[in-house]
């Protein structure tokens, strides 16, 4: 299209604009459908707990039945149902039609003031609206976040050794477990928690004495999260509640949740970048739109958040799709970069409790690097997935600009890999030459300190590289937790063998 | 209210936003009541320091007299006076309201172009329509918090052992005293420094010659200043002139200059929680209203900023009081996070140098974790200060999220005392067997590498993995500054004490 | 100007404004002036890397024309050229502008559907408009910092430390070169690649089979590109492609790109400066104005950004010119803070790599801290420099205020040289007892343990301090990562040397 046609339509969308405001300012107040059941809620909340009931009002849900969802243009469209109950289609989606749906399959549902309600909404509940999300997120690691780290006792050992307690007694240390408590403001803050219903508690209350549940693991948001009904994951972790506003779960800071330490630094290195500069330099005022579906490259946006490469579905200006929407985030992931000693090809099976290495590790790699090849995606599914990703980097950049990041992160990954192993071998070394207590003596390979230097290697310093690399956020790669530490670890390693040396 | 209503509502506040914008507008063509005195200071400094006067006029003080001000509703006041003198009264707060305020009471007072200015406006001065947030705020550790520093003995070592010089003569290192600059620029930044006038000094300037008072420790800003007239604290420290925005006190960014670090990482802790998300993802446009008092939950905000847990006065829409406003945030704060060896109940004094614990030292516990009961508050009061901050929380979750969110937290402070005792018994065993030297042979307990560690271990680790409970921000208390460090340094001081064994 | 006036005039600008909306929506319909050769270039890239176009239609590069341009008042100009060709002066500046500008001088350009295009648009084609800032540009060290680190064999020392391989062999690491990939990512990726064309590739497109360049170094945006052309430098690195926004480049954002990690951590200082909070704050949505040229100080801002004391043209409300613009930073930094062993004066000719201390090593001062004045500013042009950059605080802060900042600046650069040097005696005595190898073995200098404890304490520690003074953001300099790292520094290597001590 020329510019000038261009520049003729937007004198129109002005206009169109100022028709549009008055409209909506208009349907601002025409009433809502809101269900008798989520009517009577609203009674009491709005001065028990107010802002949840300010929150939701302030959202999507709060002024659209899934009826009006479904009528719009399928590429517009924020729900997935074929059909859903007819008690739900013409009413907006309100306190009652989440927290009292399908009861009877939530162990958590108790009594309240005549209804039967649940506190814990899972993703069994959004699925009625949003089943194909579901069935998408179901496949991440991140859905099996809980038992991925549960069921796997090398990961078990590395959680002892972070939340346990040690105490010192005669020149010695002992390691004791984690509390509950600990745990699940730890690890399973993000991974999530196991929720079960453990009794009733009777409490005073504005409204007289009533019952509430009470809940093992709760509150938790965590991704992964085993709820009462079985199911696991949990909607809210990226969708706070009870706005449940798109835009969030588009902006960077929602991700940074989870992805900011040194273990996973995705955000720190977003910042750093060109397009971390450009989000907080052009998109983070009025000017960028973060709530429209699909979402238009260049128009909505000019450069990248998370979810743009990851999750959204896009179109350019002219309605040519550039990438489907995927709650599978894995599906433009070719690579596993950060969390296991060796970044390796991502998983087949989003639980990877399964994998096994020769050595009968629960790890997807040998500790000198080599893949668990059977339990990883081969080759030709990395080619896809690595395509799927270069698909949004084209809207923005050449074909040639594109190969040249990319050939540097498969450089990278190599490079930190054998950075990785370097370490390993010190400590292998170090085992051997009895300095340290590992594998052979049946102890834990996370507890002594030589051992926590080359986990550093890897679980910060490899993979920050490594995001660094795969983000285009050098700043953080060189000096900031990558490049340099990597390699000074690696002289503060040897030093530490050379001080422990056996006489 | 019903939702329905609640629409039609919607519609009015349109119409009456587009009445009062019309009024609004006109109404800021009208003459604000400028003092004859400010005028004179106008008429120079708008193009001598300009940005002095544009951000004074951008501001609420410049456009509304302390009558106005206590005209309205007592909810909706911000200031606290009960008579002020009349001169005060019906004129706008501007330059020489506050710099010539009472100037016989303050030493740095000179003559400046026919007026009697000081330069220093201390909290004596804004008490003159503010009383009560003067008196409040006296209560807050922050407002002694230069005197806490600099007659404690104990932290006097620390800052030493920080800001001093260290100089290497015959494989050994001598420490010496910081100067007063280094001190300004460290601490004192924050804590506050002492202002005092030593004299003046005449300059040239485009007026002519002229004379200006010089001042010791300035600048400075920090929340403890102790000012020319004797009085501690400094407004401008979260309330920053000129424009005394009160939605810039409100907003994250303001604590954070102090409270940044990984001695007291409130901010970047909050950045990673839930609210923080929510404050950047909603809240950081104009979507949220910062400017309104009362403050208004789920309307003005969704998601609590430090000042809605710490300090504002919070109403639910129906105008029901939330919290009280205070500037005693102590009021909230039951148990002491940071800055000590050990989590303990809060100080009962704000003046914390009259601390003694049962050895003598200036701590409000033993070194072994017992706290000096005498000088805290006790469990009662913990209880009234925890119920207090709960009424916040209770405006946007149920009283058995908040329950379990506090259970995790104090069970966080268990453990993260019991990890420093055993740093502690560590260090204990380091210096009995003479490889440090510590209080027994009168040396300083921070200025050896082990020693050092073991700072480490409560003033950093301990102390992120308590802020991470407290704010919900996980991921900073895990592998960013947490649990992590928390147990790797304690392999790290056990493996020091190995390789320093006496022969 | 009294500010009854100043009110009366705001009435006025608000009825100016609802005009001057009025017609530049008008105005936005009417045509601009695209040339035949960027109507062809649009026809495909509208829908071939579609953001490419949107953004620059968002920029004022595709509204203005160079004629235009030049139309302004000087004060309002963005242009610096005196005459251009005639075929660009009445067209809007748009693709073949600039990728087809002066094809035969681009190594680079390639036959592509008709048009003589090249890839790489250097600092000589933007040079056609903006040829003083160029001019000014080059006298950077940024400008320069390809060869800098290139021709500098200490600093390709301290590369090959960081990047190279290391791998493990019979107790021992042996240290490998970087490859280019990993250099381009690491300290090329801000200092800039080499970019030559090294042949062709021919791709199938949607338009059939066509050819592109191949290039080295390729994507990369650093500041000191060497590009196909031979021009050193790259525009784009703060002003983004397409838009060229200058409110971008005069957010912190765009500096934090380079400038954020432990080495130079001008953003991170900024962050918990009061400046800082400020912009965050008060500035960071859409109350502050970031387009004018020149830069209202109290009207467009409040607190100063990067480009505001560095590089911005700033006047005051009533015209006066607070500060001229400079593309050559360097005019208002006295001292070099950052990167080198010790600050000093900054040298003298943008070159660096001319430098050559007395024992014969690219430095700017001794091992043990003297500078090698000659090639080095002197104290009067220290003075010069030092005063520009007063000229900008003196905006907001009375002189008084900026001497004691000045003063305290002045004291840290010594302690920290002071505190480094300490470090260094420590180094020089490791190396005398042969503990480790250094310059008298003809061994790297940055390749061991306490070597790189060396390089923290003035690479990080003493720089971070100094950054925290100079920016007044003291949270980042005493616990965050200055001074306490710089003291606790000297007793780990004075440990290090104790543990190694030859028996």
Redesign the interface.
């Known amino acids: 299209?020329?510019?000038?046609g261009?520049?003729?339509k937007?004198?129109a969308v002005?206009m169109s604009l100022c028709i549009a405001f008055f409209f909506s300012?208009?349907g601002?107040?025409?009433?809502?459908r809101?269900s008798e059941d989520t009517?009577g809620c609203?009674?009491c909340h709005?001065?028990v707990?107010?802002?949840?009931?300010?929150?939701w009002?302030?959202g999507r849900m709060?002024r659209t039945t899934p009826a009006e969802a479904m009528k719009k243009p399928s590429m517009e469209r924020r729900v997935s149902f074929d059909k859903i109950p007819t008690s739900l289609t013409d009413v907006v989606v309100g306190c009652a039609e989440c927290h009292a749906l399908n009861s009877q399959k939530h162990p958590d549902s108790f009594e309240h003031n005549g209804y039967e309600v649940h506190?814990v909404v899972t993703p069994e509940d959004c699925a009625v609206c949003h089943p194909l999300e579901r069935e998408e997120y179901s496949h991440n690691l991140m859905a099996h976040a809980y038992g991925n780290l549960k069921n796997n006792p090398v990961y078990q050992s590395l959680a002892k050794?972070?939340?346990?307690?040690?105490?010192?007694s005669k020149?010695?240390?002992v390691y004791g477990p984690a509390?509950e408590?600990?745990e699940?403001?730890?690890?399973l803050?993000?991974h999530g928690t196991q929720v079960k219903q453990k009794g009733m508690?009777k409490?005073e209350t504005d409204f007289g004495d009533m019952s509430?549940?009470?809940?093992t693991g709760?509150?938790n948001?965590g991704s992964g999260r085993i709820n009462p009904d079985g199911s696991k994951g949990c909607c809210s972790a990226c969708h706070?509640r009870h706005?449940f506003?798109i835009?969030?779960a588009r902006?960077p800071?929602?991700c940074?949740?989870?992805?900011?330490?040194?273990?996973v630094p995705a955000y720190p290195v977003y910042?750093?970048?060109?397009h971390?500069?450009?989000f907080?330099?052009?998109g983070?005022?009025?000017s960028w739109n973060y709530e429209t579906v699909p979402w238009v490259?260049?128009?909505d946006f000019?450069a990248p958040t998370c979810a743009v490469c990851h999750v959204s579905l896009l179109v350019?200006?002219?309605g040519?799709q550039?990438a489907r929407r995927t709650h599978r985030m894995n599906d433009r992931i070719f690579e596993r970069l950060f969390g296991l000693v060796y970044a390796h090809p991502h998983p087949v099976s989003a639980d990877t409790s399964v994998i096994r290495n020769k050595a009968g590790l629960s790890l997807p790699t040998e500790l000198t690097g080599e893949p668990a090849a059977t339990y990883l995606i081969d080759r030709a599914e990395q080619e896809r997935r690595e395509k799927r990703m270069q698909q949004v980097c084209?809207?923005?950049?050449?074909?040639?600009?594109v190969k040249?990041?990319f050939?540097?992160f498969k450089?990278?990954i190599q490079?930190t890999n054998?950075?990785t192993l370097?370490a390993t071998?010190?400590l292998l070394?170090a085992w051997d030459q009895g300095m340290a207590r590992g594998p052979a003596e049946k102890d834990s390979i996370f507890?002594?300190?030589i051992e926590?230097m080359w986990v550093e290697q890897w679980?910060?310093y490899a993979n920050s590289t490594r995001f660094?690399?795969a983000m285009?956020g050098?700043?953080?790669?060189?000096?900031?937790n990558g490049?340099?530490y990597l390699?000074?670890n690696?002289?503060?390693m040897?030093?530490w063998?050379h001080?422990?040396k056996p006489e």
Chains 1, 2, 3 share one sequence.
Not at 49 to 55: A, F, G, K, L, S
Not at 394 to 401: G, P, R
């Open positions: 299209m020329s510019v000038k261009d520049r003729m937007k004198a002005i300012a208009l601002w107040a025409v009433e809502p809101v009517e609203l009674e709005s001065t707990c107010p802002n949840i009931v300010e929150d009002k302030k709060s506190v050794s972070v939340n346990g307690s040690q105490s010192f020149g010695k240390i509390n408590e600990t699940a403001e730890s690890c803050f993000c508690v409490r509430f549940p009470v809940l709760w509150p948001q706070a706005q506003d835009g969030m902006k800071y929602t940074s949740e989870c992805h900011k330490g040194p273990d910042q750093v970048s060109k971390g500069n450009m907080s330099s052009l983070n005022g009025s490259v260049g128009k000019t350019s200006k002219d040519t550039v084209l809207a923005c950049h050449s074909n040639e600009w040249g990041h050939d540097r450089n990278t490079t054998a950075m370097t071998q010190i070394s507890n002594e300190s926590k679980l910060f660094a690399s285009v050098a700043d953080y790669g060189v000096f900031d490049r340099w390699s000074k690696i002289q503060e040897l030093d063998i001080l422990h």
